[in-house]
């Protein structure tokens, strides 16, 4: 018998793949980046200081969509194979819900998360628990051509008909019939949300009612901001082709000079401003969106947070992991480095970022007044939803608004009505 | 078992077992799942087995009915261009010449491309501010140029042409397979009875490729009922549903939604079409075999 | 001279067709970041080999094509292989349930492929076989055999039995007259589904997607899926990348036309 067992141990010993020190691997799924910095150094970084810890990654499309797919793929079929991962900022509620994110309770405590922004936190918050460590922030704003508006001596706009009116005025006297003036992201994506939820919401109105879970499209509020971006936006200053938009095309347009407004997420800025791909590189000017009068701007947010699969086998160290990428020293290399904006508050009042990135200023006002997405876990369906109305209130001529508004949010109050036995957590 | 049949079983054997795997097993848990109400992201609904309730909420699934009639459309636009365009490929690269081979080559390029890769081209090439579409219409006249694919009737169009571009050329090969299975003997005798080019091309060529052709459009048109590649990257089913063919409706409530049991519906319904569409043309290649030339 | 003119005519017409678009997208990849957009646009670039080189070095292309090489390359052996066998079977012993098998495998060819890919998926997990050459083959296999079989069946089928019976009363066994007298008379039909299976594989983009998850395992669908970046779409090398991908396919099929070709002059056993 012993001499059985050490036979077998010594088979085991003497087989490849073991060793005495052996590495414990952590799986960590996340979307290519265009720059080392982003994840391969602060990688590195981590398995320096944690010997015996490898990261090994996985990675996916940057695509918002394919990576979802990806990852739910892993989470429906509880692979353990998967540790920590990332998600879209949208994600955290369903991820919640379906019982694929582990709740960081225990890790991360309110005290720390008091030292992130609050949108993020909210976005990662669901039923009184925290599911995701903010890692990354975007939210919307409107971008102009400085150098025209000082032209024809006209302030930047504050309110949306401002902006319509100043476009028009600039459009009649400047005689380029290539040019435009607007450009956003209109196509029939998850980006038209973003987008028209920042009409919606400046106007005093709502996606849908939170506590009441009934859908609020065919509220007036919503009415009217839809109504506005088909007759004045979309109908006077912007192109039909910006149904087709995704960002990358909206900001050609801007960048080939071609728009006088553009609605896009921060990093448009130093793209804007590089004069290698940009012809207005210098004469661009950022700044909150505007609103309707009577309402408050809003921006919609962007960004990726940090969660551990509950089916991972290693938890506390999958966690080591998390804190040690969102930590602040982290997060401020990472900043410094590919010019992502953070999710720490304290960094927007750093010298050495604000040095380097003086954007980040101006954006702390915006992402105070970032709007997350709402978030339950039914959030795609009624996402696909709105979508499907507001392409079809837009691209359609001559659509009546309160008809297929009234369709919408029967359609969405149907979504929402699952959502209403959830039992308590 | 008579020993033939004991030896075609063995000759089946591995098709069977992979068949069976990876094939059968799945479809069989796509069928399965259709009868549940599954919806992952609520996991305390339960998996319940909810029987038709997914099938009769499709059949009165507006989206669904709109998506239905997209893809028949679809269907209906791109077969015959797919066909007509590549039996005329067909014909030109059975001829004897000189360079016949690069454009054989040549003409297996849009076949060649993946589909990811080509719907990011012809979405480059329709784009409205520097595509090549406009320019070719318009000139550099940027004023008058079209959204080709922010127009919900445009939209399907591109989708339908950038398919056609693709497979066309996949017709072409099985067509010229077909083709060149005719021996020269027939041709000959033909003009020697004094039969036209045209009339030759009716009563010679068209009978004995008959059974490619049927095989190419069913083939085909299986396929162009699940179009899903072009879609997910061109247009991602907009603008305002105009081009949500039933396999891009179905994948995003499976992968998006969530809603497993009824995205499964969708794809057994994609199915049954097919089915009924196969059997139709079946039927058609069984007559046509039996009226065939005899050799 | 009118027939030469015709086909001159035809031929630079399909010329066109294929061509125009793939071309577009070629010379794209040699215009410089500020030429890609440029509105209106440029149709002759300024070569400049940027993309190239990002796409080579930064984004690893060619390891992407290597990927897809082999994943292609060995799905379409086997499945040739055994849907040959398989298809002479069906083409030859007169079974029964001949048709009802070759609809069965139809039927399979009808369901759309992303219900299947959860499933497959799955399947894939509990073997072990995620991430690994050989999961994503036997997808591959499973979902070509049908388009396979059903081409090389129809091929046997044509295929005269005299000589085969000859050869099998002088005493060869059904196996060796499948390999030695039917399969090389069909050369054509067997050309056609190998080309038509490895461009399936080749072009494949959401298993590969869900499957392989290793960079180092990636397919060139799924590589050039990766070249977008969260808001950036790079189509320089996007286009260097497809314009290089290109070129195997080409020679490729350079080298099976032929095949197709040979086929016909060696085994016209007709009538």
Known sequence: MRKLFRSIALLFLLSPGYSPAAETPLRFVTWKSETAQMWDQPIADFEKQNPGLKIIREIGPQSSTQLHDLITQKLKNRDTEMDVFVMDVIWPAEFASAGWALPLDRFFALAEQKQFLDAPILANRYRGQIFGVPLFVDAGLLYYRKDLLEKYRIPPPRTWPELVQAAKTILAQEKDPQLVGFSGQFKQYEGLICNMMEYILSNGGNLWDDQKLVSTLNQPAALAAVRFVRDHIIGEIAHRGVLAYEEPESLVLFTEGKAIFHRNWPYAWSVANDSRSSKIAGKIGMMPLPFFPGGKGAAALGGWQLAISRFSKKSELAWRFVSFMTSHAMQKRVTLSTGRAPARAALYTDREVLDQLPQLGSLWETFKQAVPRPTTPVYVPLSNIMQRYFSSVLALPDTNIDKRAALAARDMDRVLDLVREAPAP | MRSSHRLAFLFLLPSLIFVGLFAFYPIFESFRLSFYRSILTLPWLGQKMVGWENYTDLWTDPVAAQSLRTTVFFVVTTIPLELGIGLGMALVMNEVFRGRGLLRAIVLIPWAIPTVVSSQMWRFIFNDRYGLFNFVLFGGDASRYLAPLADPILAPLTIIVAEVWKTAPFVALIVLAGLQTIPDELYEAASIDGATVWQQFRHVTLPLIRPALLLALLFRTIDALRVFDLVFVMTQGGPADATNVLSFYGYKKIFAEGMVGYGSAIAVGVFLVSLILSLVYLQILKSSRLERTPR | ?271
């Open chain 3, 1 to 271: 001279m009118k027939r030469a003119a015709m086909l001159a005519i035809f031929s630079v017409g399909i010329g066109i067709y294929c061509l125009i678009p793939y071309l577009w997208f070629a010379l794209t990849s040699w215009k410089s970041p500020a030429e890609l957009t440029a509105i209106p646009p440029k149709l002759i670039p300024s070569f400049h080999w940027d993309f190239y080189r990002s796409a080579l070095e930064e984004r690893g292309l060619l390891r992407y094509i290597a990927n897809s090489i082999i994943v292609a390359g060995t799905a379409t052996g086997i499945a040739i292989a055994i849907g040959s066998v398989a298809a002479y079977a069906l083409a030859r012993f007169q079974l029964p349930w001949t048709n009802a098998y070759l609809l069965l495998l139809l039927a399979i060819s009808m369901f759309p492929q992303i219900a299947i890919a959860g499933p497959v998926w799955n399947l894939l997990n509990h073997l072990d076989w995620l991430n690994t050459y050989r999961g994503l083959v036997a997808a591959y296999i499973a979902l070509s055999l049908p388009l396979a079989t059903w081409i090389l069946t129809t091929f046997f089928r044509e295929v005269p039995h005299e000589i085969e019976e000859a050869a099998l009363i002088d005493g060869c066994s059904r196996f060796q007259a499948f390999y030695k007298i039917v399969l090389p008379i069909s050369t054509p039909g067997i050309f056609t589904a190998a080309l038509l299976v490895f461009i399936n594989a080749w072009n494949e983009f959401f298993f590969a997607l869900i499957v392989l998850t290793d960079p180092n395992l990636q397919t060139l669908p799924v590589g050039i899926a990766l070249f977008p970046g969260e808001y950036t779409m790079p189509w320089g090398e996007i286009a260097a990348a497809s314009t290089l991908a290109t070129v195997p396919l080409i020679l490729l099929t350079l080298l099976f036309q032929r095949g197709i070709v040979r086929g016909l002059a060696a085994g016209a056993v007709k009538g």
